[in-house]
């Protein structure tokens, strides 16, 4: 299996302003271009964005992992707003007419989803497609899955996550920072999202890609044989042959090709 290799680089993405980057693969011409948002519940690293960045890489794609501000004292909609700002930079590159992708897994499946929301909103950049694996959509923390993972108690990283990035409760109300309460999901990218059985974020990961099918978005959702190491798995920096991976680049690779996607 070829590595894709990765440089570090800085860009000026105002209003934000200095943003650094990760890139992963080669720039060629006609090749897709994604937009990674690493995991960590509001709380990560690009270390943490390693495996997925690398498989999107390896997939197809030109890939830009951003390190967004996260943590306790950047809280919405700070991540979402240098997220799109990196993103309206990769459609200001000279000479760029390649199709672009958002992706992200866990916390950065939601700025993801919540990316393609604004973008539509906003009406630019035109997005191919949003790619979500795990995605945290519901800060209620409210499904059965994510209850069957005993989320939502005292030092649970997904609660004490969505505490950090929302700052206040009454964000939880914003369909950008919880796109699970989104009501209106027309005009929005194709959509390819992965769940396991064992996954947390299984349920709502779920709905929201049946909402997107119900609203007439073409979106596919892909359940990988992860066992119950998914979504940390996607969070570690090993690149380890692992059973899942040849599955899911595959279905990466096929999605970033399809015309319409």
């Not at 990196?86 to 459609?91: M, P, Q």
């Not at 969505?162 to 959509?191: E, F, M, N, V």
């Amino acid at each position: 299996m070829n590595t894709p290799s990765f440089s570090d680089q800085v860009i000026e993405a105002p209003p934000s302003g200095t943003l650094r980057v990760r890139v992963y693969g080669r720039s060629k011409p006609r090749t897709p271009v994604a937009l990674h948002l690493h995991g960590g519940a509001f709380a990560g690293s690009l270390q943490m964005g390693h495996m997925v960045a690398e498989m999107l890489a390896q997939a197809g794609a030109t890939v830009l992992d951003l390190d967004y501000p996260n943590g306790t004292g950047h809280p919405f909609p700070q991540a979402l707003e240098a997220a799109y700002d990196a993103l309206r930079w990769i459609e200001g590159m000279p000479g760029r007419r390649r199709r672009l992708f958002v992706a992200g897994e866990e916390a950065g499946g939601n700025l993801a989803a919540a990316l393609a929301l604004v973008a539509r909103d906003r009406r630019s950049p035109a997005l191919a497609g949003q790619i979500l694996f795990s995605p945290m959509l519901d800060p209620q923390l409210a499904t059965c899955s994510i209850r069957d993972a005993e989320a939502g108690a005292i030092g649970c990283k997904w609660a004490d996550g969505w505490r950090a990035y929302l700052g206040t409760p009454d964000k939880a109300c914003h369909p950008y920072a919880a796109p699970s309460i989104a009501q209106r999901l027309t005009g929005l990218p194709p959509a390819l999202v992965f769940t396991g059985p064992d996954d947390p974020m299984h349920d709502e990961a779920e709905l929201y890609a049946g909402r997107l099918r119900a609203s007439g978005v073409a979106a596919a959702s892909l359940a990988v044989a992860t066992g119950p190491s998914w979504p940390d798995a996607l969070l570690n920096e090993a690149t380890a042959d692992l059973p899942w991976r040849p599955d899911v680049c595959h279905a990466l690779s096929t999605f970033l090709q399809t015309p319409g996607a």
